[in-house]
């Protein structure tokens, strides 16, 4: 900033004025200030997301899901999460489809058995927001507000941590974050 005049004391002009230093959080449609700063791969760890303290926690957890994986295994971990709803599988093969439902693992009785029966059948025509929706147990039209706070709710619900570790929590983590990415994604497109 230039040091004025007393003359133009009373104001700054504009195009003299510092640039504003706030950084929003990356997140998609969050406002808050970005103050924490991830690395955006494990293989790009000097390129960085700028997150609000809620943001980089749920990237944190994320993360640490993925850790020790390689980018193709992540790659592929994601890809078997969202693309099997597009198989064709033979009418009726309830069982071939129930081995292979990754996204319907229900460890915790969240959906009674004749609930899953048919969601499961239902589920090869979702497509992956819609199974991430249902990952999550959410509903209706999604806005970032409601997609952040259920999110808070099932992480503190199903973290591996707050669980002893259990291997079952360990797979529902995992679907949540898969879930929560995909719809993520799909507020930012
Ligand atoms: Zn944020």
Known sequence: MKATGTKRSWRIPYDDAPKPQVRHCDHPGCMAEGEYRA?????????YYWFCLDHVRAYNAAWDFYKGMSQAQIEDEIRRSTTW?????????????????FGLHDPFGVFDDDE???????????TPEEA??????????????????????????????????????????????????????????
């Open 39 to 47: 690395p955006k791969a494990r293989d790009r760890l000097s390129d």
């Open 132 to 189: 991430a929706m249902r990952v999550m147990a959410l509903d209706g039209p999604l806005t970032l507000a409601i997609l952040k706070r259920r999110y808070k709710e099932l992480v503190k619900r199903h973290h591996p941590d707050a669980n002893g570790g259990d291997k079952d929590s360990e797979e529902k983590f995992k679907e949540i974050n898969q879930a929560y990415t995909t719809l993520l994604a799909s507020l930012n497109a």
């Open 85 to 101: 709803q597009r198989e064709t599988w033979p009418l009726g093969a309830k069982t071939a489809h129930r081995r292979f439902n």
């Open 116 to 126: 899953v029966g048919e969601k499961q059948a239902k589920a090869r025509m979702e």
